[in-house]
């Protein structure tokens, strides 16, 4: 068991027996008659905390449906921008092709069996960083000969910084 888990029981029996006590304590020090004539006055108490607790827990609700839908777009981008460098790599020379697409699929597979589960934990995966960082070697590497060239490893540089951009962004919501 986790830490947070044990500090998640402590709060709320904590919580629980301090109800509890305050509850067993009114009834000790205050008469019934006390309590019928204040019972209309916590009727209407409880029916403004039960509101403020719906309004809040659909704020709770909408801002995490909200991350949930930008870690989605932020995930999506990022498999656009690799699909694109995967198709833009082939109009480079052959020897440079096979390893960008090698590099590629190495990424997405390390993507998928190491990042994400390891984001579930709240944490990334360096093995990831690492291949993210290969692939812009492989760029730094490559000088461009032709204008067809230079211009396809302008536009591959491009969907590479987005896709890094899409990567930070999918680490923020982990």
Known sequence: MSLAWLWSILLVGATVLLAAAGTLLTRRWVSVEIL??????AGF????????YAVLLGFAAITVW?????????????????????RDAETF?????????????DYVQL?????????????SSPEVWDAYTQLWRTYYQFSPGTDQEK?????SLTKLNDM????????RFR
Do not use: F
């Open 151 to 155: 211009t396809w490893y302008s536009q």
């Open 111 to 123: 993507a998928v069996e190491k990042e994400w589960p390891a984001m579930a934990g709240g944490k």
């Open 66 to 86: 909200e991350r949930y839908d930008r870690a989605q777009a932020s995930v999506e981008q990022e498999a656009n921008d690799l699909a694109d460098l995967y």
């Open 36 to 41: 019928k004539l204040n019972n209309e006055v």
């Open 93 to 105: 020379p052959g020897d440079v092709r096979t390893q960008l697409a090698r590099q590629i699929r």
């Open 45 to 52: 108490i409880y029916a403004v905390i039960g509101v403020v």
């Open 164 to 171: 890094g951009d899409q990567r930070r962004m999918r680490a």
